[in-house]
C-alpha cells in the first residue's frame, strides 16, 4: 500500500512533468488520486485492508469493499464521510457515495 507521502510526491512530479512537454492531464486525473489520499487518511487502515478499489464518476464516489459488515456499517455513516472527504478536499467533490 503507497503511503500519503508517495501519493503526493507522484503527484507533483506529474504535474511538473506534463508541464514540462506540454501535456494537460485531466483535472478528474489529480482529482482521483486526492480522493484516494483523503480516503486513506480519513478511514484509516482497518477500513483501508477491505478497500478494493476507489472510483470517481463526476461526483459520485464509488467504494468496493470485501467485507459486507464493513459495507453495512459505514452504509449508516454516508452523510458524515461525504462531509469528511469533501473538507479533507477543501470543495464539493463527492456529492454521493456508493459501497458497493
Not at 478511514?43 to 483501508?48: A, E, S
Not at 470485501?66 to 459505514?74: A, D, G, H, K, P
Amino acid at each position: 500500500m503507497y503511503t500519503r507521502l508517495t501519493f503526493s510526491l507522484l503527484l507533483d512530479i506529474i504535474k511538473c512533468f506534463s508541464l514540462k512537454i506540454g501535456i494537460n492531464f485531466s483535472k478528474n486525473f489529480f482529482l482521483f488520486l486526492k480522493i484516494e489520499e483523503a480516503w486513506e487518511k480519513l478511514m484509516g487502515k482497518g477500513v483501508i485492508a477491505y478497500t478494493q478499489s476507489i472510483k470517481l464518476q463526476n461526483t459520485t464516489l464509488i467504494v468496493s469493499l470485501t467485507s459486507s459488515v464493513l459495507r453495512e456499517e459505514l452504509s449508516y455513516g454516508k452523510d458524515k464521510i461525504i462531509k469528511m472527504l469533501n473538507e479533507e478536499m477543501g470543495a464539493r467533490v463527492v456529492s454521493k457515495l456508493m459501497l458497493v
